[in-house]
C-alpha cells in the first residue's frame, strides 16, 4: 500500500509564499505522476497542479498559473508545490496524490481529472489572510 504525506502548510498573510511537499512511501512504486488537488469550504475538490513522472511535464489551473510550480525528486518519491503570491481565495485544504503507471510514463490528460489518481494523502490547510 501507498501511503503520501503531506506538510508544509499554514498561515500565511496575502502575497506570501508558502512550499508544499508530499512523499510516497513506496519506493518500488512506478508512477505515472503526481499531482495536487484542493477543497475550500463549501466547494468542491480541484484540479491545481500535476507532473509526470518521467519528463517533469507540468500542468496548472489557470486561477494558480505563473504563481504556483510543481516539481519531483525522482529519487525521494517526493512531489512540492511552491506556492507565490498567495491570495485569500487560495485558502483550502490541499491533497497530494499519485496516479499509477498504466503503460505511460509521460503526460497525459488523464492526470488532469480528479477520478484518475489511485492514492491521497491527508491533506493539509493552508489558510491565507487578507
Known amino acids: 500500500q501507498v501511503q503520501l504525506v503531506e506538510s508544509g502548510g499554514g498561515l500565511v498573510q496575502a502575497g506570501g509564499s508558502l512550499r508544499l511537499s508530499c512523499a510516497a512511501s513506496a519506493r518500488t512504486f512506478s508512477m505515472h505522476g503526481m499531482g495536487w488537488f484542493r477543497q475550500a469550504p463549501g466547494k468542491e475538490r480541484e484540479f491545481v497542479a500535476t507532473i509526470s513522472w518521467t519528463g517533469g511535464n507540468t500542468r496548472y489551473a489557470d486561477s494558480v498559473k505563473d504563481r504556483f510550480t510543481i516539481s519531483r525528486d525522482s529519487a525521494k518519491n517526493t512531489v512540492y508545490l511552491q506556492m507565490s503570491s498567495l491570495k485569500p481565495e487560495d485558502t483550502a485544504v490541499y491533497y497530494c496524490?499519485?496516479?499509477?503507471?498504466?503503460?505511460?510514463?509521460?503526460?497525459?490528460?488523464?492526470?488532469?481529472?480528479?477520478?484518475?489518481?489511485?492514492?491521497w494523502g491527508q491533506g493539509t490547510q493552508v489558510t491565507v489572510s487578507s
Open positions: 496524490a499519485a496516479r499509477r503507471y498504466r503503460g505511460n510514463y509521460y503526460y497525459t490528460s488523464d492526470l488532469l481529472e480528479i477520478g484518475k489518481y489511485d492514492y
